[in-house]
C-alpha cells in the first residue's frame, strides 16, 4: 500500500488568508483525491487530482476556492483560500490503488483552525 | 440520489463478543465495497475490501456482502478496547471508481 504524507499537520491561520497543503506519495499513483472532514463527518470529496489536467471538483467545490495542482504522479497540493472560520477542517489527502484505482490510501490529514 | 448509510451509534460491546456493523447503499450495480477504520484524531485506514456476494475472513474480521438485498456488513469476533474506533463503509456507486463513503459508526469496546 501506499505511504502518503501530509504537510502542515495543523496549522491556525487567519481569515482571509491562504494556506497550501502538500502531499506526497512514496510511489507513483495515477489517482489523487482532496477530502474534507469535518468534526464528527464522514469524509466529503473535494476533488480529484488529475496529473497533465485541471482538477476535477465535486458539486459545492470551486476551483478559485480550492486549487489543486498535480504536477507528477507523486505529488499534489490544495489550497485553501480566502479562508473563513466555516473552512476550520481536516483536510485529507488519499491515493487510489489497485487494478481500478478504488483502493484508497489516506494521509495523516491536516488539521486547520480558522480564527 | 446514490447514498451509503450507516447507523452512527454507538455501538457498545463487551470485551470478546461479536461485533456486528451494517452498511446499506443505494445503487444494485454497485460492484466494489470497501471497510475503513478511524481512530480518533486519525486517518482512515483500511480494512478490507469486498467484491462478490459472500463472506470474506481476514484475521479477526469478516465482511459479509449481500448484493441483491444492497447491504454490506464487518464482523468482529473476539472485540478488544483497542477496536474502539469509527468504522466507515465505502462504496463504488454507479460504476464510478470514486467510493462513497458512510458516515461511520462508532465502535465502543468495554472491558
Known amino acids: 500500500s501506499a505511504v502518503i504524507s501530509q504537510k502542515p499537520s495543523r496549522d491556525i491561520c487567519q481569515r482571509g488568508t491562504s494556506l497550501t497543503i502538500q502531499c506526497q506519495v512514496d510511489s507513483q499513483v495515477t489517482m489523487m483525491f482532496w477530502y474534507r472532514q469535518q468534526p464528527g463527518q464522514s469524509l466529503t470529496l473535494i476533488a480529484t487530482?488529475?496529473?497533465?489536467?485541471?482538477?476535477?471538483?465535486e458539486s459545492g467545490f470551486v476551483i478559485d476556492k480550492f486549487p489543486i495542482s498535480r504536477p507528477n504522479l507523486t505529488f499534489s497540493t490544495l489550497t485553501v483560500s480566502n479562508m473563513s472560520p466555516e473552512d476550520s477542517s481536516i483536510y485529507l489527502c488519499?491515493?487510489?490503488?489497485?487494478?481500478?484505482?478504488?483502493?484508497?490510501?489516506f494521509g495523516p490529514g491536516t488539521r486547520l483552525l480558522v480564527l | 440520489q446514490k447514498e451509503v448509510e450507516q447507523n452512527s451509534g454507538p455501538l457498545s460491546v463487551p470485551e470478546g463478543a461479536i461485533a456486528s456493523l451494517n452498511c446499506t447503499y443505494s445503487?444494485?450495480?454497485?460492484?466494489?465495497f470497501f471497510w475503513y477504520r478511524q481512530y480518533s484524531g486519525k486517518s482512515p485506514e483500511l480494512i478490507m475490501s469486498?467484491?462478490?456476494?459472500g463472506d470474506k475472513e481476514d484475521g479477526r474480521f469478516t465482511a459479509q456482502l449481500n448484493k441483491a438485498s444492497q447491504y454490506v456488513s464487518l464482523l468482529i469476533r473476539d472485540s478488544q478496547p483497542s477496536d474502539s474506533a469509527t468504522y466507515l463503509c465505502?462504496?463504488?456507486?454507479?460504476?464510478?471508481?470514486?467510493?462513497?463513503f458512510g458516515r461511520g459508526t462508532s465502535l465502543i469496546v468495554h472491558p
Open positions: 469486498i467484491y462478490s456476494n
Open positions: 487530482a488529475n496529473q497533465g489536467s485541471e482538477a476535477t471538483y
Open positions: 445503487d444494485r450495480g454497485s460492484q466494489s
Open positions: 465505502a462504496v463504488s456507486l454507479g460504476g464510478s471508481y470514486i467510493p462513497t
Open positions: 488519499s491515493a487510489g490503488q489497485g487494478m481500478t484505482q478504488e483502493t484508497q490510501y
